[in-house]
């Protein structure tokens, strides 16, 4: 991704600190999303989905899915900081997915944890995000679920998100697999809705 345009910029290591430590803070909301891999699966559900959102449609349902309550910024300098930083992230994954799927890499393969346990809770948080973000517009997404063949697609991150039972039965390799088979997963969710006639590989 080359683009000039300063909004749609990947945001910096220290972009990315200055964005977490905000998110952990308890300036937010008690149900906000809490950690930048949430938000960065969240954020990429809405990507990669079939439907468009206007900033203000999701923007709100990080602070609180009810749209009720919003962050307590210390001043308007940071509330702006913030916004622009969430919004440019949002632009950058979007931006992405449009110029180059096949480079997407979830955020959670492209930092370091110092462990591995802390690892696996940033895959956690990041498909708990991605489902919060597929349900801005779940009947927009019944599509990809009525289909057996695509419905698999989705399949490791529901897990990976331990909303079921089913991860509870899981191998360390198995969980690992599927870890790294989310990034593909989110390349063939995209062309799912957005490739051209890509649908029809997943039809029988």
């Given at each position: 991704m080359n683009s000039s345009d300063p909004s749609m910029q990947p945001l910096s290591l220290d972009e990315l600190s200055t964005l977490e430590q905000f998110l952990v803070s308890e300036q937010?909301?008690?149900?906000?999303?809490?950690?930048?891999?949430?938000?960065?699966?969240?954020?990429?559900?809405?990507?990669?989905?079939?439907?468009?959102?206007?900033?203000?449609?999701?923007?709100?349902?990080?602070?609180?899915?009810?749209?009720?309550?919003?962050?307590?910024?210390?001043?308007?300098?940071?509330?702006?900081?913030?916004?622009?930083?969430?919004?440019?992230?949002?632009?950058?994954?979007?931006?992405?997915?449009?110029?180059?799927?096949?480079?997407?890499?979830?955020i959670f393969d492209r930092?370091?944890?110092?462990?591995?346990?802390?690892?696996?809770?940033a895959v956690e948080e990041w498909a708990m995000g991605f489902i919060i973000g597929m349900e801005l517009a779940y009947d927009a997404w019944k599509p990809l679920f009525d289909d057996e063949e695509a419905a698999v697609l989705s399949m490791s991150i529901f897990m990976l998100s331990k909303v079921s039972d089913d991860f509870n039965h899981l191998t360390d390799n198995e969980i690992s697999e599927l870890t790294e088979s989310v990034a593909e997963s989110v390349i063939c969710i995209y062309s799912f809705w957005h490739g051209e006639g890509d649908e029809d590989e997943y039809d029988e």
């Amino acid at each position: 991704m080359n683009s000039s345009d300063p909004s749609m910029q990947p945001l910096s290591l220290d972009e990315l600190s200055t964005l977490e430590q905000f998110l952990v803070s308890e300036q937010t909301p008690p149900d906000a999303l809490s950690s930048l891999e949430m938000l960065d699966g969240y954020m990429t559900a809405a990507a990669v989905g079939p439907q468009v959102f206007e900033v203000d449609e999701w923007y709100s349902s990080i602070w609180d899915q009810e749209k009720k309550l919003k962050p307590e910024f210390s001043s308007a300098e940071k509330a702006e900081l913030i916004g622009e930083l969430i919004v440019r992230h949002n632009n950058s994954i979007t931006q992405l997915l449009s110029d180059e799927p096949e480079e997407f890499l979830p955020i959670f393969d492209r930092v370091g944890y110092e462990s591995d346990e802390v690892r696996k809770l940033a895959v956690e948080e990041w498909a708990m995000g991605f489902i919060i973000g597929m349900e801005l517009a779940y009947d927009a997404w019944k599509p990809l679920f009525d289909d057996e063949e695509a419905a698999v697609l989705s399949m490791s991150i529901f897990m990976l998100s331990k909303v079921s039972d089913d991860f509870n039965h899981l191998t360390d390799n198995e969980i690992s697999e599927l870890t790294e088979s989310v990034a593909e997963s989110v390349i063939c969710i995209y062309s799912f809705w957005h490739g051209e006639g890509d649908e029809d590989e997943y039809d029988e």
